[in-house]
């Protein structure tokens, strides 16, 4: 059967444009199916429109799973920096996080759409995939495009929009529903009453799930009319998201982490909290802990507790925990298990990332190492028409 092209990448964001600029630049004939009006729009809202890029950490227990380690083997921190500076993109890091130098996002997803241009790689906007089906080893998208490979590169529905995990399941593929991440927690919001707005900065805030604490942030916490936002949530919000099942969750902050026996002093010495806290903050610690003894007031400050902690809605999300199950994928090249020339790259893959930059190098990483995998079976096949 004719095929229009070698591979047809289906999501123009991040994880597909990567694949697709490694891909051209092989050689490979690809095709971008995008359902949104322009490529990377998730891409122009990242990092505050800063663009956190990468991070010079370790990857390894950054990620939900182990899974996405093998491809940080191959695609390591200084492949990733090579393909955006191979895009003229200048980098700054700053304090381990990697950003364009300009801290738009916009240079990093114009210098992607004109590489693409460069390359001559077609592109479909507004054009949403609904259906894939393989007849004699070629894909046929919608009825209308045919390729030998394609790629998933669907990411999720955070911040806006449906997922494609319908798709994926008609492709035998099992999924775990998308939840939001990286997104503010709500609570029970008794005690902060008349917070809004308020923040705190070196905050220690921590996740209690059915009494244990499994993450901790030490950063900014803002108070909400619902909740609870601010840099410190959204690092614990990514391990709410992750837990599976659980009866109980809460916040619990500790306003001064720098002090942990010293404080009944501190507050003796001074006389009580006066001068330590926001006045709003002070009044809700000392309502809290009802008396004015230091013994209560340090405790209140270390465990001021937000009970019924839920996640905020996926339109303030930046990410969604679920996707693609992936012991059925290939964690050395990304091929599905189950349908053979089927890849998957990025968010829609069951792998989350914290904040800082994992993400993108995740979707960047994921990306490149496909298009590089499906690149040299290309070149395998020719050998192979060649040699008869
Ligand atoms: C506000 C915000 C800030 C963020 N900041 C950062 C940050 O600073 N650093 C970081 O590492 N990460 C950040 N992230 C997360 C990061 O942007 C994503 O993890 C990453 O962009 C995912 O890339 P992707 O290619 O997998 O998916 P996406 O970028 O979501 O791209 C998927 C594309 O597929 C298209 N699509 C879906 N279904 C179909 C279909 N059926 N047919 C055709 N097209 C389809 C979508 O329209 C979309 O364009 C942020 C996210 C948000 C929302």
Not at 43 to 63: E, P, V, W
Not at 98 to 114: C, E, G, L, M, Q
Request: hydrophobic share 40%.
């Amino acid at each position: 059967m004719y095929t229009n092209y070698d591979l047809i990448i289906i999501g123009g964001g991040a994880s597909g444009c990567a694949a697709a600029i490694t891909a051209a630049r092989n050689g490979v004939k690809v095709l971008i199916l995008e359902k949104e009006t322009r490529l990377l729009k998730k891409l122009s809202l990242t990092g505050n429109g800063q663009c956190n890029l990468a991070n010079s950490n370790s990857t390894t227990g950054k990620y939900n799973s182990t899974f996405p380690n093998r491809v940080f083997d191959v695609i390591p921190l200084k492949r990733i920096i090579d393909y955006y500076e191979s895009l003229k993109v200048l980098l700054v890091e700053d304090n381990l996080r990697w950003f364009p130098y300009s801290k738009h996002s916009a240079t990093v997803v114009n210098a992607i759409r004109d590489e693409i241009e460069k390359l001559f790689i077609d592109v479909k906007t507004e054009y949403n995939v609904s259906s894939i089906k393989k007849e004699n080893n070629v894909f046929i998208v919608n009825n209308k495009f045919y390729s030998k490979y394609i790629l998933l590169a669907t990411g999720s529905n955070a911040t806006k929009g449906t997922d494609s995990l319908d798709l994926v399941r008609t492709l035998g593929h099992k999924v775990f529903p998308f939840k939001p991440s990286l997104t503010h927690i709500y609570t029970d919001t008794k005690k902060i009453k008349g917070l809004n707005g308020v923040r705190v900065y070196n905050c220690n805030a921590k996740l209690e799930i059915d009494g244990n604490i499994v993450a901790e942030s030490i950063g900014d916490v803002i108070f909400r009319d619902y909740g609870v936002s601010g840099s410190a949530i959204f690092d614990i919000s990514v391990h709410l998201a992750r837990a599976k099942s659980y009866k109980k969750a809460a916040v619990v902050l500790d306003f001064l982490p720098a002090f942990e026996k010293t404080l009944v002093d501190l507050i003796e010495n001074n006389g009580g909290i006066e001068g330590f806290f926001h006045q709003k903050v002070k009044k809700a610690i000392l309502l809290e802990a009802k008396n004015n003894v230091s013994y209560s007031l340090a405790y209140v400050i270390k465990n001021f507790r937000l009970e019924n902690a839920t996640l905020g809605p996926m339109i303030h999300a930046q990410l969604a925990s679920g996707g693609v199950i992936t012991d059925k994928v290939s964690q050395f090249n990304l091929e599905s298990r189950l349908v053979p020339n089927l890849y998957f790259a990025g968010e829609v893959l069951d792998v989350d990332g914290e904040c800082g930059g994992f993400n993108l190098m995740w979707a960047v990483a994921s990306g490149i190492v496909v298009a590089s995998h499906i690149t040299s079976k290309l070149k395998l096949d020719d050998k192979y028409i060649d040699k008869n």
